[in-house]
Every structure is written in structure tokens, then in C-alpha cells.
């Protein structure tokens, strides 16, 4: 990949707080919070890891991506089909993976996720990697509780995941 390559940036501002989305190529590589739990460590990562800067500016996917999130918040929509570009571990692309397959409208704890995964005893490493998430609501982090059913963190922060979970749940 060459090192000239843009990541094209856009905000969006969702029911539940601005969210900056990303594309590289015809993949969403970034759906992060603004307002994030831990600034800065998923642009360095995603930057360093696909050697691109950031350019604002509109593509197709994000376009699409946006689409999709209107649609998601007005409750027409259960699942995405955007091409997605990950940049992580093996291990955290296997969470992300694991992530994608807690369907609509359920929850999953972080010890639950870790059997999952056939890692039973990785519950830490399980929860950084789930913090590690560069592409939220599409690689539903959100949908991860605490092992008691209790909120816990989330980079866009505890009334973000209330909101998307009770959106999921909503009759």
C-alpha cells in the first residue's frame, strides 16, 4: 500500500452522539466516536497500520455507510453489508469477527465472547480487544455486557450504549 494513500474522512452526527467515519479504497475502515473513551489510539493504529493520512472529503462507501446508519437509527435496518477493512491482531480480528455474529437486539458478555472464540480464560485480552473496535455499530461492540448483565465501558461512552441497545430492543 502506498504511503500517499488517503483515508477519506466525514462526520456524522447519529441520535446518540458525532461519530467520524472512514473509507480507504471501496472499505469502511473507521465508524469511531468523536468523543471517545481513549482519544487519538485508533486513528494512530489505523493510520500507522494502513500508512494513510486523513483527508476530509465524501466517497461512495461513505456515503453508503451513512445510508445505512439512517436506516439503522430509524429501525429499518438489522444488519450492514459494507465492505469493512480491519486493522488489527490476528487475535483482535478474530473478536471482531466473534462481534459480528451476536445478532440485533442481544447481548453477549465479555467472558461469553471469550468462549466464543474458543479462548475461555482470554477475558482481558477479549475486552481490550473489543475496546479496540475502529468501526463501531458495524463491528457491534456494543452489544458487549458485563458478565453480571451490568453497561460497561464503551469508547462513545455509557449513554451511547444505552441508547444503541435500547434501539436494538425497542418493540
Same mark, same amino acid.
Given at each position: 500500500?502506498?504511503?500517499?494513500?488517503?483515508?477519506?474522512?466525514?462526520?456524522? $452526527?447519529?441520535?446518540?452522539?458525532?461519530?467520524?467515519?472512514?473509507?480507504?479504497?471501496?472499505?469502511?475502515? $473507521?465508524?469511531?466516536?468523536?468523543?471517545?473513551?481513549?482519544? /487519538?489510539?485508533?486513528?494512530?493504529?489505523?493510520?500507522?497500520?494502513?500508512?494513510?493520512? #486523513?483527508?476530509?472529503?465524501?466517497?461512495?462507501?461513505?456515503?453508503?455507510? &451513512?445510508?445505512?446508519?439512517?436506516?439503522?437509527?430509524?429501525?429499518?435496518?438489522?444488519?450492514?453489508?459494507?465492505? $469493512?477493512?480491519? &486493522?488489527?491482531?490476528?487475535?483482535?480480528?478474530?473478536?471482531?469477527?466473534?462481534?459480528?455474529?451476536?445478532?440485533?437486539?442481544?447481548?453477549?458478555?465479555?467472558?461469553?465472547?471469550?468462549?466464543?472464540?474458543?479462548?475461555?480464560?482470554?477475558?482481558?485480552?477479549?475486552?481490550?480487544?473489543?475496546?479496540?473496535?475502529?468501526?463501531?455499530?458495524?463491528?457491534?461492540?456494543?452489544? &458487549? &455486557?458485563?458478565?453480571?448483565?451490568?453497561?460497561?465501558? #464503551? /469508547?462513545?461512552?455509557?449513554?451511547?450504549?444505552? #441508547?444503541?441497545?435500547?434501539?436494538?430492543?425497542?418493540?
Amino acid at each position: 500500500m502506498a504511503r500517499n494513500q488517503k483515508i477519506r474522512i466525514q462526520h456524522y $452526527l447519529s441520535p446518540c452522539g458525532e461519530l467520524v467515519l472512514g473509507s480507504l479504497g471501496d472499505k469502511l475502515c $473507521l465508524c469511531n466516536w468523536v468523543k471517545e473513551k481513549h482519544p /487519538g489510539r485508533v486513528d494512530q493504529r489505523l493510520q500507522t497500520g494502513l500508512k494513510a493520512g #486523513y483527508e476530509e472529503g465524501a466517497s461512495d462507501v461513505l456515503q453508503e455507510a &451513512i445510508g445505512q446508519l439512517e436506516a439503522y437509527f430509524r429501525r429499518e435496518r438489522v444488519a450492514f453489508d459494507i465492505p $469493512l477493512l480491519t &486493522i488489527g491482531t490476528a487475535f483482535q480480528m478474530r473478536v471482531w469477527r466473534a462481534l459480528q455474529e451476536i445478532p440485533y437486539g442481544q447481548t453477549c458478555s465479555y467472558g461469553e465472547l471469550a468462549m466464543r472464540i474458543g479462548c475461555p480464560k482470554a477475558v482481558r485480552a477479549v475486552a481490550n480487544a473489543n475496546g479496540a473496535n475502529a468501526i463501531s455499530i458495524f463491528i457491534p461492540c456494543h452489544r &458487549i &455486557i458485563g458478565s453480571d448483565r451490568s453497561l460497561t465501558g #464503551y /469508547g462513545g461512552g455509557l449513554e451511547a450504549k444505552r #441508547y444503541l441497545l435500547e434501539l436494538e430492543t425497542m418493540k
